[in-house]
């Protein structure tokens, strides 16, 4: 698919309500699991890291619901984009009334930068109460070195535990991952990836279920996944208004494909291209600024193009 060519749209960097210098902090809380009713003895726990990071705010929530993803962090060390690095306990965000993915970004060698939206994370804020009535972003610039030297404290904080009581997993995200850090190695080094491959095409529009493809084929996932930055998921927003799935459109919906996107006003496809374009050059543009990113194309498939 070609997008139609225009003059460039791509907005100026948005300021962030805050940019603090931060670091890694945590508590790990073990939760003991009895084998049989009227045991005395835990047969196993389950561990998880509540956040207390260093950074001038308070980021654990209300109700210790709010922890660390250790998956998460690990990745993002290695790789710019979009992370739940606050989760829920249970593995489901929206659970914890977490609703807005941990944008990183790895702008220098020696730095990761976390871009965190206010009002999504507004309970993991809930205690900086002057913060979450505004609406933007919290820049959080981490020092590279400390980040992973931290990260690997975790994972032998990991190992320690389970060393003392063997560990039914590492909430949130387990699937296997406790199999996986029981053997991880500490003296591995944090190897750099793109976000892409080499080469890749990544496209946007609205093509029945579809709104992204890479090298033609779609993509398996929601895109913000893909965005190291606060502002491109701002821009992602700003262009998804404009359509709805058949399923959430009560008028003549019988007559709609449930799950494909809709233009909810013939008369606004010129704004929603605008939306579109800009979308795709700010993407764009984020990536580049990440170090070891390769060459990676973004565009925009117009709603007008045949």
Same mark, same amino acid.
């Given at each position: 698919?070609?997008?139609?060519?225009? %003059?460039?749209?791509?907005?100026?960097? =948005?300021?962030?309500?805050?940019?603090? $210098?931060?670091?890694?902090? #945590? &508590? *790990?809380?073990?939760?003991?699991?009895?084998?049989?009713?009227?045991?005395?003895?835990?047969?196993?726990?389950?561990?998880?890291?509540?956040?207390?990071?260093?950074?001038?705010?308070?980021?654990?929530?209300?109700?210790?619901?709010?922890?660390?993803?250790?998956?998460?962090?690990?990745?993002?060390?290695?790789?710019?984009?979009?992370?739940?690095?606050?989760?829920?306990?249970?593995?489901?965000?929206? %659970?914890?009334?977490?609703?807005?993915? =941990?944008?990183?970004?790895?702008?220098? $060698?020696?730095?990761?930068? #976390? &871009? *965190?939206?206010?009002?999504?994370?507004?309970?993991?804020?809930?205690?900086?109460?002057?913060?979450?009535?505004?609406?933007?972003?919290?820049?959080?610039?981490?020092?590279?070195?400390?980040?992973?030297?931290?990260?690997?404290?975790?994972?032998?904080?990991?190992?320690?535990?389970?060393?003392?009581?063997?560990?039914?997993?590492?909430?949130?995200?387990?699937?296997?991952?406790?199999?996986?850090?029981?053997?991880?190695?500490?003296?591995?080094?944090?190897?750099?990836?793109?976000?892409? $491959?080499?080469?890749?095409?990544? &496209?946007?529009?609205?093509?029945?279920?579809?709104?992204?493809?890479?090298?033609?084929?779609?993509?398996?996932?929601?895109?913000?996944?893909?965005?190291?930055?606060?502002?491109?998921?701002?821009?992602?927003?700003?262009?998804?208004?404009?359509?709805?799935?058949?399923?959430?459109?009560?008028?003549?919906?019988?007559?709609?494909?449930?799950?494909?996107?809709?233009?909810?006003?013939?008369?606004?496809?010129?704004?929603?291209?605008?939306?579109?374009?800009?979308?795709?050059?700010?993407?764009?543009?984020?990536?580049?600024?990440?170090?070891?990113?390769?060459?990676?194309?973004?565009?925009?498939?117009?709603?007008?193009?045949?």
């Amino acid at each position: 698919m070609e997008g139609m060519k225009r %003059d460039s749209i791509a907005e100026s960097p =948005i300021t962030p309500l805050l940019a603090l $210098p931060a670091r890694l902090g #945590w &508590e *790990l809380v073990s939760t003991p699991i009895f084998g049989s009713a009227g045991s005395n003895q835990p047969s196993a726990q389950n561990i998880r890291f509540l956040p207390a990071l260093d950074c001038g705010l308070y980021l654990a929530g209300e109700y210790q619901d709010i922890v660390l993803d250790l998956a998460a962090l690990l990745e993002s060390a290695r790789k710019p984009g979009g992370y739940f690095l606050l989760n829920c306990e249970c593995g489901y965000p929206d %659970d914890a009334d977490i609703h807005e993915l =941990i944008f990183v970004q790895h702008p220098t $060698p020696d730095s990761i930068v #976390w &871009e *965190l939206d206010v009002q999504g994370l507004r309970s993991a804020l809930s205690k900086e109460t002057w913060l979450t009535h505004q609406n933007g972003y919290v820049r959080l610039i981490f020092e590279r070195k400390q980040y992973e030297t931290d990260l690997r404290r975790m994972v032998l904080e990991v190992k320690q535990a389970h060393a003392s009581l063997e560990l039914n997993e590492v909430a949130p995200n387990d699937y296997g991952f406790t199999e996986f850090i029981l053997t991880f190695d500490q003296d591995e080094p944090f190897v750099a990836e793109p976000i892409l $491959p080499p080469g890749s095409h990544l &496209e946007f529009g609205f093509e029945g279920s579809e709104l992204c493809w890479i090298n033609g084929n779609r993509w398996d996932g929601w895109p913000t996944r893909l965005f190291p930055c606060w502002q491109v998921n701002q821009a992602f927003k700003a262009w998804v208004r404009f359509v709805q799935r058949g399923f959430a459109i009560k008028d003549g919906a019988q007559s709609l494909e449930t799950n494909h996107f809709y233009l909810l006003d013939e008369n606004s496809r010129a704004a929603c291209d605008m939306a579109g374009y800009a979308l795709a050059e700010q993407l764009q543009a984020c990536i580049a600024r990440n170090v070891n990113q390769p060459e990676i194309v973004v565009s925009y498939q117009g709603v007008n193009a045949g």
